[in-house]
Each structure stands twice: as structure tokens, then as C-alpha cells.
């Protein structure tokens, strides 16, 4: 049986998250609980939750308490030192970095204090989302002045404040399905101005976001970095059907875009449809993130479906920790595993050999991201 447990890691895709330890209760725990407001429905919902209860285990483990919510609460709470926690945690799964998407979440969190509490490598992404809303609020009308500070925020994030990469979220807004007539300057000063005059109509403004997204994607191949994009699942106001990043694929083949390294963001449940992309388009890499760890039984079938098509140089180990850095941990720990068995499977039939597994998983956990963040 492989063991990749010695293999480092770098997290693809996280968030800055809040230190609010309570004994109480801990955020980690309640990972995609609808309502959070310590009831006990809230809690019960929680501890029905397969990822929760696996949490509660190993988190106890590790902290030598308990396996019960309140026990690693009350435990996590007494900690002390956070930064020296974290690094001990981090040691224990070889946690090397984070690909910190800043965007979320808003207000955005003091980056050097969250540097001082997590000290390992940060690969800050730029997300594009505060930005537009920030101008929108301002109501800049005219379109040339907009597009410049857009423009120019983009480059300053990239060539003078550290940002690696760019991210949108515009699935959450107005969907996957970006409409190349959207393109043209006219067509978005078009969705600015019915932006401004529908603010609280969303769709109103995707003209202006299409052409926007596409803006960012010429910015990204012009300044050499990867642009990241949601795909899939989110929180609980998204809406799934305009989430599938097959929607991306005719804007992703055209001329002016195909040059533009993209990283599809989660996937999960449209895995498939993601790998196949990878395969068939030069330009795409996909991350694994949310659905490990959260969708704790598909973890396996994730990694089967991620390696259907994908060449294994284009897939990212990632896992959306957004309340504490027990989730890259618990991520990290449950990737290993499950690519264990998910190629001990591959090689028992014969798909790889046995020296394959171990290069497959250092590329999935580490080596993508080194090469795409660090290469040049």
C-alpha cells in the first residue's frame, strides 16, 4: 500500500481566516452548516455531518483530548501561542504554503497580523469582486475612467503589492457562461451604465462583468500568472446550474484567451467535466478544493474523476479552509490518504507503476503548485 504521508504539500486555494477560539464552540467544526448560531438544531446539524464527526476525531487526536466537540473547543481554546500551534500543526502533514485567496472575507482580514499566526509560505490571489463593487459604489459612471482603474489595480496588485495570481467569483454573480459579444468596450460601457441604474438587479449588470472577466484574463497572460476561477460549489447562495466550468469552455478556446493560464476552482460535483478540459485545453489546470476535505466520502471518486482525463501535471491538492488552519490540516491529511488508495487501485490494475504513484501524488500535493507559483 502506498504511504504519501512523508510527502510536503502546498494548499491551493484557502482564505485569511479570523482567530475568534472559543471555548465553546469552533469554527472548523461547523463546516457548511446552514445556520451557526450554537442552537441545538445548529448543533445537532453539525454532528450529523460525516466531515464533522471525522474532524472531531482526528482533531482530538491531535490535541489529546476527547472526541467530542466540546472537548476540542475547549482544548483549541487553551492553545496559547497560535503561531506556534500552527507550525506544529503544519510540521505534522508537511504543510509548505498557501495560495490565500485575500477576497474573502470582507472586510478583508489584517494580513500581517495573519502572517504572524500562520507562519508558512503565502501565495496571495487577487480577487477581482471587491474591486468592481468598490467602483460601482463609488458610482464611476464613465466608462474609460472605470476600465482605467480597474486596469491599473490589477497590474499594481501583481507588479507592486505581492499578488500571484487572479481570481473572480463571477459564478456567484451572473454565471459561467461568458458571452464573447460581451467583449467590446461599447458592450461594457452598455452594462456599466445599466449596473449603476439596476444596482440591486445582478443579471443587469453582466454585460459589464463579462467584459471585465475577459479584461482580467488578457491582463493575466500579458503579466504571466494563472487566473483562478469558482467553478462549482459554494456557499449556500450560489446557483449551482451556472457553476459548471463547461460553461467556460468556448470563451477558453478562443483566440486571446487560450494563452491565459486558468485554474478551475473546486469542480466538485463537475470533476469530470473539469478533467476533460484539462486534457483537451493547453491552458487549464484544475483544483480539488471544498470537495476535499469537505465532501469527506467523495474525496476518493474526486481524485478518480480529477485523474479520468487531466494529465497529472495539470491537478492541484487545494481544500478551501476558510475558518482555521485545522482545515489545510485536515485536508492535508485526508488527500494522502485517499490518493493512497485511489492509486494503490490504479497500479493493482495495472494503470501505473509502482514508482508512478509516488510521482502522481508528489505532483497532485506539491509539485503543480511549485511549478505554477515559484517556476521562473
Excluded at 479584461?215 to 494563472?226: D, F, P, T
Excluded at 487566473?227 to 446550474?241: M, Y
Amino acid at each position: 500500500m502506498f504511504n504519501f504521508s512523508e510527502i510536503p504539500c502546498i494548499d491551493n486555494h484557502c482564505h485569511p481566516y479570523l482567530f475568534e477560539v472559543d471555548p465553546q464552540h469552533y469554527a472548523p467544526l461547523e463546516s457548511f452548516v446552514g445556520f451557526k448560531d450554537g442552537s441545538p438544531e445548529s448543533n445537532a446539524h453539525r454532528d450529523h455531518m460525516l466531515y464533522n464527526r471525522w474532524a472531531i476525531r482526528e482533531l482530538a487526536k491531535f490535541l489529546g483530548v476527547d472526541p467530542t466537540a466540546e472537548a476540542v473547543a475547549k482544548a483549541r481554546a487553551a492553545v496559547g501561542d497560535e503561531g506556534a500551534y500552527v507550525t506544529r500543526l503544519f510540521a505534522d502533514e508537511g504543510i509548505k504554503g498557501l495560495v490565500i485567496d485575500t477576497g474573502y472575507p470582507q472586510p478583508p482580514v489584517d494580513m500581517v497580523e495573519f502572517r504572524k499566526r500562520v507562519p508558512t509560505t503565502l501565495f496571495p490571489v487577487f480577487r477581482i469582486e471587491p474591486l468592481i463593487k468598490a467602483l460601482l459604489d463609488e458610482r464611476v459612471a464613465e466608462f474609460a475612467t472605470f476600465i482605467s482603474r480597474y486596469d491599473s489595480a490589477i497590474r499594481r496588485a501583481l507588479r507592486e503589492e505581492g499578488f500571484i495570481a487572479v481570481k473572480s467569483i463571477i459564478a456567484y454573480r451572473t454565471g459561467l457562461e461568458i458571452k464573447m459579444e460581451h467583449e467590446s468596450d461599447a458592450a461594457g460601457a452598455t452594462g456599466l451604465a445599466a449596473a449603476l441604474a439596476k444596482p440591486t438587479e445582478m443579471m443587469a449588470s453582466k454585460p459589464l462583468r463579462d467584459h471585465l472577466l475577459l479584461r482580467a484574463l488578457r491582463i493575466c497572460r500579458e503579466e504571466n500568472v494563472s487566473f483562478h476561477v469558482h467553478t462549482g460549489i459554494g456557499d449556500a447562495d450560489i446557483v449551482l446550474a451556472r457553476c459548471n466550468p463547461a460553461l467556460l469552455n468556448e470563451t477558453l478556446k478562443q483566440p486571446g484567451y487560450r494563452d491565459t493560464k486558468v485554474v478551475l476552482i473546486h469542480c466538485y460535483p463537475y470533476v469530470e467535466e473539469a478533467s476533460w478540459m484539462a486534457a483537451a485545453l493547453p491552458n487549464v489546470w484544475i483544483d480539488l478544493s471544498e470537495g476535499v476535505p469537505f465532501a469527506l466520502v467523495a474525496t476518493d471518486r474526486i481524485f478518480e474523476k480529477g485523474l479520468d482525463l487531466a494529465p497529472i501535471n495539470r491537478i492541484f491538492f487545494g481544500t478551501d479552509a476558510f475558518a482555521a488552519p485545522e482545515h489545510t490540516w485536515l485536508g492535508a491529511k485526508l488527500a494522502k490518504q485517499s490518493l493512497a488508495r485511489v492509486l494503490q487501485s490504479f497500479h493493482e490494475r495495472g494503470f501505473i507503476e509502482g514508482s508512478e504513484g509516488y510521482e502522481i501524488a508528489e505532483k497532485i500535493l506539491i509539485g503543480n503548485a511549485r511549478d505554477m507559483y515559484l517556476a521562473g
